[in-house]
């Protein structure tokens, strides 16, 4: 069955602490894994698609890489305004196109 | 702006009721998702439709109904068959096997 683990449930760093979030998948043939971002009360916004083990992709302070098993999300010198819950998501390649997610990681930064 | 319209924000709903979630899109994307979060877990897929007219059960389809009777709309229904129906709702559309567009949700109470 396919599943998507994110870790760790959530994390508070202060402004400036890099850290990084996981995301460990099983999947029978992996189409794509996507990075989201998800604000309280919103829907969620689309940050990375990613293809192929050691494939990377940046955007501001957010860099996303992939392995066979898992994906990094990279977060470097953040800011408060980074704070959100980070989504996962992977799509197989032989299913139609629905994505299955993980259950997030809650990001918290401290001024 | 092309974009993904949800509505209402809020909805309440008595026991025993049927309610109808709202979701428009104009990006003319084929493929349209209805997803149920609840606190502190991931996104769930209810229905999904990939073309008009067609649609298919997701992981969690029982108590819901949908229909796709134009390419731009994607309403659900909450029925009374529904346990535990107070939960985070978002419609997402997707051109063919694409990451997602989502809405921004409608959260809907059981009073």
């Known amino acids: 069955e396919d599943q998507v683990t994110q870790s760790p449930e959530a994390l508070r760093l202060q402004e400036g602490e890099s850290s990084s979030l996981n995301c460990s998948y099983t999947?029978?043939?992996?189409?794509?894994l996507f990075w989201y971002r998800q604000d309280p009360g919103k829907g969620p916004e689309f940050l990375f698609t990613l293809y192929s083990a050691g494939e990377e992709k940046e955007k501001e302070r957010l860099k996303a890489t992939l392995t066979k098993k898992e994906s990094f999300l990279h977060i470097t010198a953040p800011k408060p305004e980074d704070s959100a819950t980070y989504l996962c998501?992977?799509?197989?390649?032989?299913?139609?196109?629905?994505?299955?997610f993980g259950s997030g990681t809650r990001l918290s930064i401290r001024p | 702006d092309g974009g993904i319209t949800q509505s209402p924000k809020y909805l309440f709903r008595k026991e025993g009721q049927n309610v109808t979630l709202s979701c428009e899109q104009n990006?003319?994307?084929?493929?349209m998702y209805w997803y149920r979060q609840d606190p502190g877990q991931g996104l769930r897929l209810i229905y999904y439709?990939?073309?008009?007219?067609?649609?298919q059960k997701g992981d969690i389809a029982e108590g819901y109904s949908v229909s796709r009777e134009k390419k731009e709309s994607f309403p659900l229904t909450v029925t009374s068959a529904q346990k535990n129906p107070t939960a985070f709702y978002l419609c997402?559309?997707?051109?063919?096997?694409?990451?997602?567009?989502f809405g921004s949700g409608t959260r809907l109470t059981v009073v």
């Open positions: 998501a992977v799509q197989r390649s032989s299913s139609a196109s629905k994505i299955i």
């Open positions: 439709s990939q073309i008009v007219n067609d649609f």
């Open positions: 999947v029978s043939g992996l189409r794509g």
């Open positions: 997402a559309s997707s051109p063919s096997r694409e990451d997602y567009t």
């Open positions: 990006l003319n994307h084929d493929a």
